[in-house]
């Protein structure tokens, strides 16, 4: 398996923020590579929002008193049909966390969060070329079940 030391989840907490902002840093870029924000003040604020979110969940992964992962999830409603979900937003492991397990007890956690809620489904969205993670979400259960398509115009004549 791995030498590793194994990380322990626990809640986001105002220690956190910092290595938090941080990794949705990272997931920006991966995400929007051709126009990331990465302004790591703009993301502190956005992470120290979520500790005391109550329509939320987080996850930090620690391992030997160090932030390697995490996981974010809200609960929403569908505007028209008023039906309660789960969106699970975030969810980066540190590359030395990487094939220790670390993102399945995350996704685990985020799951069981989804049951407690007694929701019926979780959504997560990602960039169509994000095989890693396209390939994390199939593993931990999901389908894909729309496509988002854009058209861009500039640069035309």
Known sequence: MTDKPEAKLRPLQEKDVEA???????????????????????????VRRLIDDRGAATFVAEADGE???????????????????????????????????????LCDAVFNYCREQKFDRVVFRTRATNEPMKAVLARVGFVPTQIFYEKHFAGEG
């Not at 997931?27 to 604020?45: G, M, N, Q, R």
């Open 67 to 105: 932030v390697v992962g995490w996981a974010y999830v809200s609960k929403r409603q569908n505007f028209i049909t008023k039906e309660s979900y789960a969106d699970f937003h975030s969810i980066f492991i540190s590359p030395s966390q990487r094939g220790t397990g670390t993102v399945g007890k």
């Open 20 to 46: 938090v902002a941080g990794f949705e840093r990272d997931i920006a870029k991966i995400s929007f590579p051709d126009d990331p924000v990465t302004d790591l003040d703009f993301y502190i604020k956005k």
